[in-house]
């Protein structure tokens, strides 16, 4: 994979789809998952909900290693984190 461009969308496809590097899709999509965790922290105001669900606005409160209470008007909900994106206002 040292040959793509940044632009190379057609060779990382085919690189994605080659049965042989399942195992480092695996690698590739945790370290995208703690790095979307890492955008959170205690006290920041986030949205949540599926993408065509209603969504819910709130601050999280506490972590896990999967997922946030977000505390939203009283109720508290766990939420995973790729289900979350932070509030910029």
Avoid: Y
Wanted: aromatic letters at 8%; proline letters at 3%; a positive charge.
């Amino acid at each position: 994979m040292s040959d793509l461009k940044f632009n190379d969308l057609p060779k990382i496809l085919k690189w994605i789809k080659e049965p042989s590097h399942s195992e480092h899709l695996f690698i590739i999509e945790q370290t995208l998952k703690s790095v979307k965790a890492d955008q959170f922290k205690v006290g920041t105001k986030v949205t949540f909900g599926r993408a065509n669900g209603q969504k819910r606005m709130g601050i999280i409160e506490k972590f896990g290693r999967v997922k946030a209470v977000v505390n939203c008007n009283g109720a508290k909900w766990r939420v995973p984190f790729d289900l979350m994106s932070v509030v910029t206002e």
